[in-house]
């Protein structure tokens, strides 16, 4: 069964861009519910440790740097079928490949800069939230 949680974040590309009003808008358009969000600094250590699972990647060290270079807006969601829903919002990684109306194909600058992360499973979207927000702040 779908959960009714997700966790996304907008990326520093995105938050740079001022374009933090226009993406929530979209999110709350699309159904969503904002359970939680706090604007933060990732330090390159805990980008690091969220982007593990690349570690072996050659990109990781790009990435890393990347999202420990400028402010993001980390958020939990609501909505019924959130995780499936959020990926359908948000489009395809890279941009050129995103359906119109996305928050990617609008906001996106190339496949490095794809303006928000979002969970990919239930099981993911729970350890995602949990890693910028404590019990307390789960609304």
């Known amino acids: 069964m779908a959960g009714n949680r997700t966790f996304t974040m907008i990326k520093p590309d995105a938050v740079g861009e001022n374009n933090i009003g226009a993406i929530t808008k979209m999110i709350e358009e699309g159904g969503f519910r904002i359970v939680s969000m706090k604007m933060t600094k ?10 593990a ?6 990109f990781y060290k790009d990435l890393v740097a990347y999202m420990s270079g400028g402010n993001i807006v980390a958020m939990i969601l609501e909505k019924d079928n959130a995780v499936e829903d959020f990926r359908k919002l948000i489009g395809a990684t890279n941009p050129a490949d995103a359906e ?3 928050i990617r194909k609008i906001f996106a600058t190339s496949i490095e800069a794809n303006a928000v ?12 939230g949990g890693f910028f927000f404590a019990d307390i702040e789960k609304f």
């Open 42 to 51: 990732l330090s390159e250590e805990r980008a690091g440790q969220f982007y």
């Open 53 to 58: 699972v690349h570690k072996e990647r050659p």
């Open 100 to 102: 119109e109306g996305t």
């Open 117 to 128: 992360h979002g969970s990919d499973s239930d099981e993911n979207a729970q350890i995602e």
